[in-house]
């Protein structure tokens, strides 16, 4: 194997791939902005290399810096985490041509899934089911009649677009005149393209998504499913595995539709394919992420593997020793992702972490880019920690977590663990009645009722 | 004393009345000071040497001298390999002693196979050379360390 490996990250997910890559013998380098000098990653990895100012075009999305951190530290292989530059296929062919193996999807793989319109016609050509949408649309005439021809309300999304933004929900004809053009110049700026085009708009679905596994031998896997109901603005706070939701029978068809789907396309490595579930049970594809996700951990938790071991097995060429289908989750996981943001105002609280203490005991594990004494800089992901339980049933994973979020303190900066204790004892969430519009009517209702704070 | 955001303009507003560069309060054991930036001495810029031979090119940028007394310092703007001299078996651009104007080639940094040579910024002499010919640099590495006249 490979001897040492470059992690293009920062906080809790660059910690991560060094204790994978510590456990299986490798070296590891960290790369890190000015103003990362002296975070977790950069303090736990065996050399550490400064690649630029703390703005991350300059550092972390810097692929010439990241190249040359690689060769003067003689790295051969690199994983780029999430984020940043985890899909981008210029940074995976430069790797590529630098003589360095990028732990991770092909670079064609990425292409092919990075654009929404091309994925959804992909997925269904592979016999996934994709929710109802349009062509790209070419203008506002086409697009009143298109999204009159699929009916309101609709979604309009750019086909760049992914992780939740670049788009809009349209209860009406009017709405769409009203935000057709700023929309289209949004996606523009957001993701260098403005094509737009329309998918019917689901009122109270839930997020199931399923991880899967290839290797070079042609081998797929797929891992069971997560939960990312508990959104906020499309963005996931809580997840969980397995999902209440699901039947084995539905689990197991989708997981076999998804197996020969991506034997067909060869994919390699680790990759998730989010889907919708509507309140008729209906699952339909919506994107496929070529990276490693951060909810990776409760998919560990119940299968019992290590993700980005088995992603570095994978790019080392050893095939999957893991047994055929169906695998069966094994109990029940929930994670809690800390931002240090304001638990009401989701407003971003950087700063100094005055004081630490991370949850422990049995069942409890904590993925983590902070320290006490450490800063939370204010250029980067809110994400600072992600506290995740395992227990035998959900209402226990639920109690598990209750008790972790009531230890862990972590002061000098705000955090949305109040948040998190707030969805975890809500009637709702234990019955596992959620969907993507929980968290919002849970604020909603809060609003309402919360008695005004002084501070 | 509790940090009062009030307070803490007033001494930003007393810094800049009486162009000061540092003001320090202190009450029993709590302190306050409020310092603003001396004005950055000028160090190096890079300039890109090939074209970029990769996706992603490398851009000039300059690097920030650092004082210290009336000294400076020139930084590596990139991460690379330094280089003393534009071959292997050249003459080092410069050497401790040397005189140096701005525009001058005083290193080389090399990324990605390409070479970046850094120039100087200021009007000064070489007092130090701070890295061994052939060293792996980081971002904001010292490289040298100059008198400036």
């Known amino acids: 194997m490979f001897g040492k490996v470059l992690i293009a990250n920062r906080g809790e997910i660059a910690v991560r791939v060094i204790r994978s890559c510590r456990e299986l013998g490798l070296r590891t380098v960290a790369v890190h902005s000015e103003i990362d000098a002296d975070a977790l990653h950069t303090r736990l990895a065996d050399e550490a290399i400064c690649i630029g100012p703390a703005d991350p075009s300059r550092s972390y999305l810097h692929i010439p810096a990241i190249i040359a951190a690689a060769e003067i530290t003689g790295a051969d292989a690199v994983h780029p985490g999430y984020g940043f530059l985890s899909e981008n296929p210029e940074f995976a062919e430069t790797c590529a041509q630098c003589g360095l193996l990028f732990i991770g999807p092909l670079p064609e793989q990425m292409r092919l899934w990075g654009d929404k319109v091309s994925a959804r016609a992909l997925a269904k050509s592979l016999g996934l089911p994709i929710i109802e949408g349009t062509e790209l649309i070419e203008d506002i005439e086409d697009a009143v009649r298109k999204a009159e021809s699929l009916g309101f309300p609709v979604l309009l999304k750019a086909s760049g677009g992914g992780g939740g933004r670049g788009m809009h929900v349209l209860q009406s004809k009017e709405a769409l005149r009203a935000v057709f053009e700023t929309a289209r110049a949004e996606s523009r700026a957001a993701f260098g393209n403005d094509s737009l085009y329309f998918e019917k708009f689901l009122e109270r679905p839930r997020h199931i998504e399923f991880q899967i596994l290839g290797d070079m031998q042609g081998n797929i896997r797929v891992l069971g499913e997560r939960e990312c109901s508990i959104q906020r603005r499309h963005q996931k706070i809580l997840e969980e595995a397995p999902s209440v939701a699901l039947t084995d029978e539905m689990r197991d068809d989708v997981s076999a539709t998804i197996e020969r789907a991506m034997r067909e396309v060869g994919y390699l490595s680790a990759g ?144 949305n663990i109040p948040l998190h204790q707030r969805i975890l004892e809500h009637p709702a969430f234990e019955e596992g009645r959620i969907s993507t519009g929980f968290l919002d009517d849970l604020q909603a209702r809060r609003m309402l009722t919360a008695p005004v704070r002084h501070e | ?43 190096a810029t890079a300039t890109e040497l090939a074209a970029p031979a990769t996706p992603g090119s490398v851009p000039a940028s300059t690097a920030s001298g650092t004082e210290d007394d009336d000294r400076a310092y020139v930084t590596s703007p990139f991460v690379g390999t330094f280089y003393r001299s534009p ?63």
């Open chain 2, 1 to 43: 004393m509790k940090l009062d955001l009030d307070q803490l303009r007033a001494l930003i507003r007393l810094l800049d009345e009486a162009n000061l560069t540092e003001i320090e309060v202190s009450h029993d054991d709590d302190r306050i000071r409020v310092c603003r930036q001396p004005s950055p001495l000028p160090g």
């Open chain 2, 87 to 149: 071959s292997p078996n050249g003459d080092p651009f410069v050497d401790v002693g040397d005189p140096i104007v701005p525009g001058q080639v005083l290193c080389i940094v090399e990324a990605m196979k390409l070479m970046n040579e850094i120039e100087a910024e200021v009007d000064g002499t070489i007092v130090e050379i701070l890295v061994e010919n052939g060293k792996p640099v980081e971002y904001g590495d010292r490289l040298f360390r100059v008198e400036i006249s």
């Open chain 1, 272 to 415: 998730t394919l989010e889907f919708l579930l509507d309140e008729r049970g209906q699952l339909t594809f919506l994107e496929m992420n070529p990276r490693i996700q951060v909810e990776h951990p409760v998919t560990e938790l119940v299968m019992g593997i290590d993700l980005i071991a088995e992603q570095i097995r994978i790019a080392d060429g050893q095939p999957l020793e893991l047994p055929p289908q169906p695998l069966a989750p094994r109990g029940h996981a929930i994670e809690c992702r800390i931002n240090a943001e304001d638990p009401d105002t989701f407003a971003p609280s950087p700063g100094m972490i005055t004081e630490l203490h991370m949850a422990g005991g049995t069942g409890v594990r904590v993925d983590s880019g902070i320290f006490g004494g450490g800063r939370v800089p204010a250029y980067y992901d809110p994400l600072v920690a992600k506290l995740i339980v395992h227990a035998r049933t959900r209402a226990q994973a639920i109690a598990k977590m209750r008790r972790a979020l009531r230890e862990t303190i972590i002061g000098g900066i705000r955090t």
